[in-house]
């Protein structure tokens, strides 16, 4: 029986991780614990309620205004208990969060072997994404084994010296939770997307809330979308706001009560993947909206200047646009003026997953730990 211990804070680790958990529950060679740090508190319980996962260990670290230095002190200290009480054989963190590189640097600290879920990917820009790139990377350093999404990730990891037989390709677990969640015959609880025709008008789904994009950034985003709004009269943008103030504030400067333009609370996970189902274009700053959109056919516009998912460029279901208004009226006019374009983006390949990583991973620990005769069969992309 191998111990492992699944670690995670934030609610899109959580939606990355929950698919992975309920996979390790139903193995009977693996004992399943969970810790949450709470790194995000109530978007974190909106997951684990989705998916009924009770955490064994809720470190509840989050605090109002908390910095980088409070989550991976905080995180740290707590998380050093629960490895010292649990002794798992095998940590397993998710991506590039704070909790991510913390749980990482505990297990290294107390010589427990680290599984590195959503492994490999990289800008090569230190500040880009801030922190979450160099939380990669030295989780990354810290990770005996490597669960790569892509062969990208994989070659990524190999430029860098991990060896071929600890990493292995499985697709990304998001796509699994995906599509477990979404429903072709979904009800909105919610009177704002209730009133809305999605048969009739073109919406876009928009969200940010990468700390590079606050501030003038954002400025040219929001602006360039209230041009949009007001050149096309079947569009709608429904925006779910990050609770950031540094967001909001820009929002209510740019945009306001504008027609159209409807300003929504943050979603749980089933109605916000449900919404990115029925909508026309994703416009979006998120990681996981890049996997996630193109398995619905969206085409998704990427509001950073680098991304790490550069597979769906390859591919051709996203396009990385930058933050300049000018560059994102282009591409969003594009969108809603060539048909052709957008048939073609929205019927692209999805690079990023089949539904079965979670599964993968599972077979790849119990290959690492002697439990299982061949290794799990490679994803290809």
Do not use: W
């Not at 939606?15 to 709470?38: D, F, G, H, Y």
């Not at 909206?289 to 769906?312: D, F, I, Y």
């Not at 396009?319 to 000018?326: D, F, K, Q, S």
């Amino acid at each position: 029986m191998i111990k492992v211990l699944s670690v995670f804070g934030t609610r899109p680790e959580a939606i990355k991780m929950a698919p992975l958990v309920k996979e390790l529950e139903k193995n009977e060679n693996i004992q399943s614990r969970v810790a949450v740090t709470a790194q995000h508190r109530e978007m974190l319980d909106q997951v684990l309620d989705l998916f009924d996962i009770v955490p064994d260990y809720d470190l509840d670290i989050m605090m109002q205004g908390q910095t980088l230095f409070d989550i991976t002190c905080r995180a740290l200290a707590g998380l050093k208990e629960v490895f010292e009480i649990e002794k798992p054989n095998l940590i397993l963190v998710h991506g590039d969060t704070t909790t991510t590189f913390v749980a990482a640097l505990a297990a290294y600290y107390l010589q427990i072997p680290v599984g590195h879920v959503e492994a490999g990917l990289r800008t090569g820009e230190k500040y880009s994404p801030f922190p979450e790139e160099m939380n990669r990377h030295l989780t990354g350093t810290l990770s005996d084994l490597h669960f790569a999404p892509t062969p990208l990730s994989r070659e990524n990891l190999q430029k860098e010296g991990v060896p071929q037989k600890n990493i292995y390709v499985t697709g990304n677990t998001v796509i699994d939770a995906l599509l477990a969640t979404v429903r072709q015959e979904y009800i909105f609880n919610d009177p704002v997307l209730d009133s809305i025709d999605f048969q009739r008008s073109r919406v876009l789904l928009v969200t940010t809330h990468r700390r590079e994009n606050l501030g003038d950034p954002m400025r040219e985003i929001y602006q360039a979308l209230k041009e949009i709004v007001e050149e096309y009269p079947d569009v709608e943008i429904i925006f779910p706001m990050h609770k950031n103030p540094a967001v909001r504030n820009v929002v209510d400067e740019v945009i306001g009560d504008m027609p159209r333009f409807h300003l929504i609370e943050p979603l749980d996970y089933a109605p916000f993947v449900n919404l990115m189902q029925k909508c026309f274009i994703v416009l979006t700053d998120s990681g996981g909206m890049q996997e996630e959109a193109p398995s619905l056919g969206k085409p998704v516009l990427v509001l950073r200047n680098t991304t790490e998912r550069p597979e769906a460029m390859e591919a051709g279901t996203v396009v990385l646009v930058g933050t300049g208004r000018e560059d994102v009226l282009r591409e969003t006019k594009r969108l809603l003026d060539d048909t052709g374009h957008y048939r073609q983006m929205s019927e692209a390949a999805n690079p990023y997953g089949d539904g079965s990583a979670s599964a993968r991973i599972a077979q790849g620990i119990l290959y690492h730990y002697g439990l299982k005769k061949t290794p799990p069969e490679k994803f290809k992309g």
